[in-house]
């Protein structure tokens, strides 16, 4: 019995120590980081290990040793709950654009002070003054990237490839893939017709849905990251994605399968962009890690590990990163649009209002009952 | 006779439904591409990525350090509970009890963790800090739901005891905390060991009340994994709960066999006692 005392005093004795050791570090300085997951090189398979690399870049520069508390999120709304209950404090994060709208609408971030992130200038005009931060003052863009749509060219004939149309073909009945989630699946319809994404007017949505529903009996299943395997292993046939994502299956799939892609005329564009939240409590240290990220080494892994585009000229214009990503990617992942700007702001996700989230939540319920 | 066959192709049909996803995800551990779909050959380059990912070890270390300080404090907790309880003489008292213990254990996690979380806040609040979630609160949140679950445990084993054993022991002298340790415990420790083991692998599970109670630069790796959802979840994953699983079944094996030894241990003391109480008689 004197082993299960000890064992217990052990216990008691350990969390003391762990408890104590919260309060102690007063040498090095702490950064909190909130960030996707798997949204940043992590020295995995190789690669550049970002969040290291920076602490390390740090100690020569300051004289000052720092740790990176990194941690990750899977969904915009998982980090906004997080921060606004305020239990946390964050002092980078990486929303998406809509978010980063909703964000400075309810005063939950801070303008950042450009002096301490010289870097910015390798952000191209075309990819500042975006609508979700007009006057360039809370957000330095981290990636962006377009939806297209994904097809196995064993099944689908390259005729029917080229539109939304592709999506709601009889012929590949039971081969189609849908988003899971709201937004995304009413906003394939919504650009199929034409009509406007952000648009609060219900018959809008009634249209889209209507629209959704005469897929409905086409669709293998609605998924999320499930498409991956799906497409790789040629279960399914068709599937719209992110560009970036494209990549991840071709280099995974079966012998049997020949993924293309193409981009449909009106599509969806996405950017997010590293934010300070107002409850920051390093904010100078946030703005030299913001900056650190743009610079050219940690920026270039970081767009070749994410397979996204990057908004920062250092990479699409460094030619060795060209060559690693390959001609296909370096079309597929900047594609020559004549006013990026323009389209950005015509076709992307806005913040919608709670009514019309709502209804939209309503709607996709009805879609997937029936 | 006739069923034998057919009972054998249902009991292999459970444990294929059982054992067939961990399986796939054993054998994929070892591919040497990242798909699900094809096996283009035997590598262990994912084990060998894994042991080099710093942030996914520091979640393993997170989850264990939470999964062991949480159940053994838990344990303690919950047997010195499971004895008070023992030991009240009003039965509606000790019903109420039992029923208010149990209420962690049936309420939803998502409503354990949410409220914890808000309580946390609060708290926070009130004592002006910048930030109310840490190891800390993690660990009571854990304490918190796998408490019920050891006290569920012991408490049996205290009723299944010859209440007149700690009563002799007494007789012949010893100080009733002598008492308790030397024939209360042994005669409750499987109990005991089952409630450790318990709040152990509800710790090591746990996402939901991980997920609303996580603060600053710990989170556990259940979060981790979820949060790789965005883009696909690297077959590294797949290496560590390969891992995990041979582990956790190294652990219950032992777990077991220590377990037959203790009871047939006990057995042979009573029939002992049994005997010398003959002889005497």
């Not at chain 1, 400075?104 to 870097?119: G, K």
């Not at chain 1, 585009?309 to 060209?322: C, G, H, K, R, T």
């Not at chain 2, 962690?104 to 808000?118: K, Q, R, V």
Request: net charge negative; with cysteine; charged share 20%.
């Amino acid at each position: 019995m004197k082993k299960l005392t000890a064992l217990l005093l052990a216990a008691v004795l350990l969390c003391a120590v762990l408890l104590s050791g919260c309060g102690g570090k007063t040498e090095t300085l702490t950064l909190n980081v909130y960030n996707w997951g798997e949204y940043i090189s992590d020295g995995s398979e190789g690669s550049f290990d970002t969040v290291r690399e920076f602490e390390k870049w740090y100690a020569e520069a300051y004289k000052q040793s720092i740790h990176v508390n990194y941690d990750t999120y899977a969904s915009n709304e998982d980090m906004y709950n997080k921060l606004s209950t305020g239990a946390v404090s964050y002092d980078v994060v990486v929303p998406s654009d809509y978010m980063i709208a909703r964000m400075i609408s309810e005063d939950m971030l801070q303008p950042l002070n450009f002096d301490n992130i010289p870097n910015y200038r390798y952000i191209s005009d075309q990819f500042r003054s975006l609508y979700y931060d007009p006057e360039n003052l809370y957000s330095v863009p981290y990636t962006y990237g377009v939806i297209g749509i994904i097809y196995n060219a064993n099944v689908v004939d390259e005729a029917d490839a080229g539109g939304w149309d592709l999506m709601w073909n009889r012929a590949y009945a039971g081969n189609i893939l849908q988003f899971n989630n709201s937004r995304d699946a009413f906003g394939t319809a919504q650009y199929k017709l034409g009509l406007d994404v952000n648009s609060s007017d219900p018959a809008v949505w009634d249209q889209a849905l209507a629209e959704l529903k005469a897929q409905a009996p086409l669709v293998k299943s609605y998924v999320m990251d499930e498409i991956y395997n799906m497409m790789e292993s040629g279960e399914a046939a068709i599937g719209a994605y992110y560009a970036g994502d494209y990549f991840t299956m071709l280099d995974n799939q079966s012998e049997n399968v020949d993924l293309r892609f193409y981009y449909p005329e009106r599509t969806n564009y996405f950017f997010d962009a590293m934010c300070i939240p107002k409850s920051a409590q390093h904010k100078e240290l946030a703005e030299i890690f913001i900056n650190y990220m743009l610079s050219e080494e940690p920026a270039i892994a970081n767009a070749e590990y994410i397979c996204y585009a990057s908004p920062n000229s250092l990479v699409y214009e460094n030619a060795d990163y060209a060559d690693e990503m390959g001609e296909e990617a370096m079309e597929i992942l900047y594609p020559e649009l004549e006013d990026f700007t323009a389209l950005y702001n015509e076709y992307a996700y806005r913040n919608l209002d709670q009514a019309t989230l709502d209804y939209l939540n309503t709607l996709w319920e009805a879609l997937k009952i029936s | 006779m006739k069923m034998k066959p057919l009972s054998k192709v249902y009991t292999a049909l459970v444990l294929l439904f059982l054992f067939a996803p961990i399986l796939i995800l054993l054998v994929f551990s070892f591919n040497q591409s990242k798909s699900l779909s094809v096996f283009s050959g035997f590598t262990l380059y994912w084990y060998r990525e894994l042991f080099r990912d710093a942030e996914t070890l520091k979640a393993v270390r997170n989850t264990l350090l939470l999964a062991v300080s949480s159940s053994l404090l838990a344990t303690a907790m919950g047997t010195a509970a499971a004895v008070g309880i023992h030991r009240l003489r009003s039965k509606y008292l000790r019903a109420a009890l039992d029923t208010v213990t149990n209420i962690p254990m049936i309420n939803p996690d998502i409503i354990t963790g949410i409220s914890l979380m808000l309580m946390f806040v609060f708290v926070g609040r009130l004592f002006g800090a910048a930030t109310s979630l840490n190891f800390a609160t993690m660990l009571i949140a854990h304490i918190t739901f796998s408490l019920p679950y050891v006290i569920l445990q012991v408490l049996p084993k205290l009723q299944q005891m010859d209440k007149a054993l700690p009563e002799a022991a007494m007789d012949l002298g010893c100080t009733p905390l002598r008492a308790f340790w030397k024939v209360e415990i042994p005669e409750i420790l499987p109990g005991v060991l089952t409630g450790l083991i318990m709040a152990f692998t509800l710790s090591l599970d746990d996402f939901v009340i991980s997920y609303f109670t996580a603060g600053n630069g710990f989170q556990t790796l259940p979060i981790r994994i979820y949060n790789m959802t965005k883009k696909t979840v690297t077959p590294k994953m797949y290496a560590l709960a390969t891992i995990i699983f041979f582990v956790i079944l190294a652990l219950l094996l032992i777990s077991n066999l220590s377990d037959d030894d203790t009871d047939r241990k006990l057995k042979a003391a009573r029939e002992k006692r049994k005997a010398k109480r003959a002889a005497a008689g």
